[in-house]
């Protein structure tokens, strides 16, 4: 029973992915946004490298598992690049992709504000493999344990207007609408990449000398299918410590914690799902680990 299970939430999952693969939603996003807006390469006064991973529903088999690295920092006062490399793998469909971002920085000589136009080149290798054991059992000619992979790539584009207190972004993702199955002999899905829009919004209210809180709303709409938000709210002490709490769309609470020392930045993030599919996992863990790498490019 739990292995047929496993195998219709699998499918439940794959239903989704095989319309549209897009960057996974962490619900740190706040960290490693980057990956979401190639516009927000070198917005930091500091290069940034950040190492994240997810793992989805844990103690269910074929869960979504979810691994990025990313690095972008300013060349100069206008010009900055950026990128990361992720993995995803949820039962026996996996996903690898690679971008580099290129963004230009316009100063508006207020209070440090920016306005950040970015671009980015997106590599993607796609593979599908169902193992025979995978399999429900019977010949069913919607499933066979025949693999399919492929290689393609898409762009992405976006906006960014920051200081050091306010940051707004918007941003396209796969606009090319690039598919992994154009070929004959694979009727499973065309298994597009549907094109994404992100958006974010937040602002640090400084309370005082130590203490900060910054509430912030993330946005991702899938052009044909649903829209998901994040709403987040992060109390940070002499930006050494940090604790947030998040609500998504997807009924879920999410709790995260953060430390920084000496130039290094550790934080954990635990979300809770209510309904029925609490019933069957034990939540989504999420680790990130970012290194501030001094860059004196910008200013």
């Known amino acids: 029973m739990i292995k047929k299970l496993s195998f219709y939430l699998c499918l439940m999952v794959l239903s989704l992915e095989v319309s549209s693969q897009q960057a996974v939603m962490f619900s740190q996003y706040f960290i490693n946004d980057v990956i979401y807006n190639p516009a927000i390469s070198g917005s930091k006064d500091y290069?940034?490298?950040?190492?994240?991973?997810?793992?989805?529903?844990?103690?269910f088999a074929g869960a979504p598992l979810s691994a990025n690295i990313s690095y972008h920092g300013a060349l100069n006062n206008r010009s900055a690049m950026g990128g990361f490399l992720d993995h995803d793998r949820t039962g026996p469909s996996s996903q690898s992709n690679l971008q580099i971002n290129y963004a230009y920085h316009v100063p508006l000589n207020y209070d440090r504000t920016f306005l950040s136009f970015g671009i980015g080149a997106k590599f993607m290798y796609y593979n599908l493999d169902?193992?025979?054991?995978?399999?429900?059992?019977?010949?069913?000619?919607?499933?066979s344990s025949k693999a399919f992979e492929d290689f393609l790539g898409d762009v992405s584009s976006g906006i960014y207007l920051y200081n050091d207190n306010l940051f707004i972004?918007?941003?396209?993702?796969?606009?090319?609408?690039?598919?992994?199955?154009?070929?004959a002999g694979y009727d499973f899905s065309r298994n597009v990449e549907e094109r994404v829009y992100y958006g974010i919004l937040g602002y640090r209210f400084q309370l005082d000398r130590d203490w900060a809180i910054e509430p912030s709303v993330f946005l991702r709409h899938l052009e044909n299918s649903y829209q998901e938000y994040n709403?987040?709210?992060r109390v940070l002490y002499s930006d050494q410590i940090w604790t947030a709490i998040s609500a998504r769309s997807n009924s879920s609470l999410s709790f995260s914690l953060g430390t920084n020392s000496d130039?290094?930045?550790?934080?954990?993030?635990?979300?809770?799902?209510?309904?029925?599919?609490s019933h069957y996992q034990n939540g989504t863990h999420e680790i990130t680990i970012s290194f501030r790498v001094p860059?004196?490019?910008k200013y």
């Open 47 to 59: 290069n940034q490298l950040t190492i994240q991973t997810r793992q989805q529903w844990l103690g």
């Open 295 to 297: 860059n004196n490019n």
């Open 169 to 183: 972004g918007y941003s396209v993702v796969n606009m090319l609408q690039s598919s992994f199955n154009d070929q």
């Open 231 to 233: 709403l987040s709210t």
């Open 130 to 143: 169902f193992q025979v054991d995978d399999l429900p059992p019977g010949n069913d000619p919607a499933f």
């Open 263 to 277: 130039n290094v930045q550790f934080a954990y993030s635990f979300d809770h799902y209510f309904g029925e599919i």
